[in-house]
């Protein structure tokens, strides 16, 4: 009996706990969180410069990713990655944990620190264009 009680909290409570989004969602969402609009101008600058802040090895998004969004890259590891833009990647950016995680560990290792909420809206942005 417990059990049927149970099953209907989850059910209710697993949309809560779903992280999926859009990339229009985020371009929303980090907009409003910098306060200003995204620009995809913007962010294909910031993802195609080389910053020279963070790790040597990594001075640019670039040096993993391409400078197609729309092609596959290669982690330092050899291993691939898909591409970035949504258009070659459907999965891509629909995933805000996913979004997080890996803002936070690549602008880590690009910048030295984190992107700020424009940084990311731009980013995006420039993403979904493609």
Not at 39 to 52: C, E, I, P
Not at 55 to 73: I, Q
Not at 82 to 94: F, K, M, V
């Amino acid at each position: 009996m417990k059990y049927l009680l149970i099953v209907p909290a989850l059910l209710i409570a697993t949309p809560a706990l779903a992280q999926s989004t859009s990339p229009s969602d985020l371009i929303q969402r980090y907009s409003a969180e910098a306060g200003r609009a995204a620009d995809a101008g913007r962010g294909k600058s910031f993802f195609l410069a080389n910053h020279g802040s963070g790790k040597p090895d990594t001075p640019s998004c670039t040096t993993c990713h391409t400078k197609n969004p729309r092609s596959a890259g290669k982690a330092r590891t050899g291993k691939t990655i898909d591409p970035l833009a949504p258009s070659a990647n459907g999965a891509r950016l629909t995933d805000l944990a996913k979004v997080e995680k890996w803002f936070r560990r690549n602008c880590d290792s690009v910048l030295g620190r984190s992107c700020t909420a424009g940084e990311k809206a731009d980013v995006v942005a420039w993403l979904a264009s493609q």
